[in-house]
């Protein structure tokens, strides 16, 4: 047996004994949290933290590539140290010593993003698009992945679940797309090693993913919160068991016709849980998937989700909410400007013949665009690379090279295209006409045939008619002889719009409004 095989079955013991975790205690042996495990990444030109437990009082050295921090672990055997910043590359083998010896070997330095949301970041590359052809470019031994395995939980836990792996075509198909291509860009450009930790679970909303802390104060959050009081204060095991058993009958049913006909397999009933321990409750996937990651160093965080909160009885509140993510795990980080990103919705279900159309879905993607207000924050847009038949687009490598866009020119500071579409940013009305200017248009704008679609304005009677919209260097005029007084405009407002404006570099511009009306009357229920 190889010693890096020994020391991970050294290490699988030992975490057994650790917080959050059950087994028999191991008082005197050094332990270390799941992420440091062979072939992990470490973030290059950073101090990174390196922690673990030992025995109160017990002197812990940690040592990688000549260098050594030193630790005493506390009456919660609780150590930390900060290895000092270090230069991309590798590989070097990570010893913790204290009366024990772990070893972590084939360790690089590199560039560490945090993928995190729902189904689709979970999706896997086997899953997305032309799969057979990228597992052929996918011989890339410098990026790899951890994905946290952790189950739901009710406080914070601390050792967390999952191994690293090493990019393949064999093991590729296993990666988050959406990770995955934002990685390659990244690997591509900067020539460096990747690690993309996913810590992802579908169908999961928001507020699973944020701390309890951090958000049971929100006077907004009130009615969500006390829905799940009553869900657990009402809750029957028996009787929950026995919908579950006729959901999942009915289930089998429609897989089966799913199958004859060539489609997509429904998803399957989930199995009942308490509901403190649903997947969709306020906290649990923070209190498991994320709390465990903390502090490991990362250089950012991608966040693809929203899908779950656009169906909700509140969706507007998805703004609030992300800020509150966002802010929240920033201070978990102890790094106030921590980059972070998402993705927009993108298109989804049939075009309407309206000029605009107010869903959760619509509300939520403009939510997201009202976020970018926080400092060091960006945005793909997906508008144009959704599937109008499929909430789970398959199309994930232009999702990731957006990512990668933003983060090399904003983050990295890489010369290159304009790291987004066209971004609203102020308006201006001259009688019957608006001028609309936009972020991220120093280079004018474009449209596939010359004629902007996707346009509409309102007058004070709020009532919305289409528009004519005409590219003006970098700005846009917007104007309707059904509306000789305007007093807003909107852009791509619909679930699947039919719009058309992009930026010069070819990413779609943001659908976005002008007007602060409040929405909750406009809404109609989304389409199942």
């Not at 000549?66 to 083998?93: I, R, S, Y």
């Not at 010069?504 to 109609?524: H, I, K, M, Q, Y």
């Amino acid at each position: 047996m190889s010693r890096p095989i020994f020391t991970l079955i050294l290490g699988a013991a030992a975490v057994a004994a650790l917080p959050g975790m059950s087994g028999s205690s191991l008082q005197a042996d050094v332990t270390l949290p799941a992420i440091f495990s062979n072939h992990m990444v470490l973030q290059a030109d950073q101090d990174v933290a390196v922690w673990g437990w030992a025995e109160p009082g017990e002197e812990v050295t940690v040592a990688l590539d000549g260098q050594e921090a030193k630790a005493t672990a506390g009456d919660d055997k609780k150590w930390q140290v900060k290895l000092p910043a270090h230069k991309a590359g590798g590989p070097h083998v990570m010893t913790a010593k204290g009366k024990n010896t772990l070893t972590v070997q084939d360790v690089l330095y590199g560039e560490v993003w945090l993928g995190s949301g729902q189904s689709n970041m979970a999706m896997a590359v086997s899953r997305c698009k032309d799969f057979k052809a990228e597992t052929a470019t996918a011989n890339l031994p410098l990026i790899r992945t951890f994905r946290e395995e952790s189950g739901p939980a009710t406080e914070p836990q601390s050792v967390g679940k999952g191994a690293w792996v090493i990019c393949s075509p064999v093991t590729v198909g296993t990666f988050s797309g959406t990770a995955y291509f934002f990685g390659k860009e990244i690997h591509r450009v900067l020539k460096t090693p990747v690690g993309l930790i996913n810590s992802s679970v579908g169908g999961t909303p928001v507020e699973a993913w944020t701390s309890w802390d951090a958000q049971k104060d929100k006077p907004e959050l009130t009615p969500l919160f006390s829905s799940w009081d009553e869900k657990a204060k009402t809750y029957d095991p028996d009787a929950a068991q026995k919908e579950y058993e006729a959901a999942l009958a009915k289930w089998k049913e429609r897989a089966v016709a799913a199958k004859a006909t060539g489609k997509e397999t429904p998803r399957a009933p989930r199995k009942p849980v308490h509901p403190t321990l649903d997947s969709h409750h306020p906290a649990v996937l923070f209190n498991a998937k994320i709390a465990p990651l903390v502090p490991y160093t990362i250089r950012g965080i991608l966040w693809y989700q929203g899908e779950n909160n656009a169906a909700s009885v509140q969706p507007e509140n998805y703004g609030l909410q992300l800020r509150t993510l966002i802010e929240d795990w920033r201070s978990r980080w102890g790094v106030a400007d921590l980059p972070f990103a998402w993705v927009q919705l993108p298109n989804y279900r049939i075009q309407v013949d309206t000029p605009v159309q107010t869903t959760g879905w619509v509300i939520v993607r403009d939510e997201m665009r009202k976020t970018l207000a926080l400092p060091n924050t960006g945005m793909a847009v997906t508008l144009d690379v959704g599937d109008p038949k499929d909430i789970h687009p398959t199309n994930k490598q232009d999702v990731g090279m957006r990512l990668a866009m933003w983060a090399l020119g904003t983050i990295y500071h890489r010369k290159g295209p304009q790291a987004c579409g066209p971004l609203y940013e102020s308006h201006q009305i001259d009688g019957g006409k608006v001028t609309i200017r936009f972020r991220y248009a120093a280079d004018g704008m474009q449209v596939p045939n010359g004629l902007v679609k996707g346009f509409a304005v309102a007058g004070a009677d709020k009532q919305w008619h289409r528009a004519e919209a005409k590219i003006e260097g970098d700005h846009i005029v917007v104007q309707s002889g059904a509306v000789p007084s305007p007093t807003a405009v909107r852009y791509a407002w619909g679930e699947n719009p039919e719009a058309n404006l992009f930026g010069t570099n070819g990413l779609p511009a943001s659908p976005f409004r002008t007007d602060d009306w409040p929405l909750v009357e406009e809404v109609a229920k989304p389409k199942k």
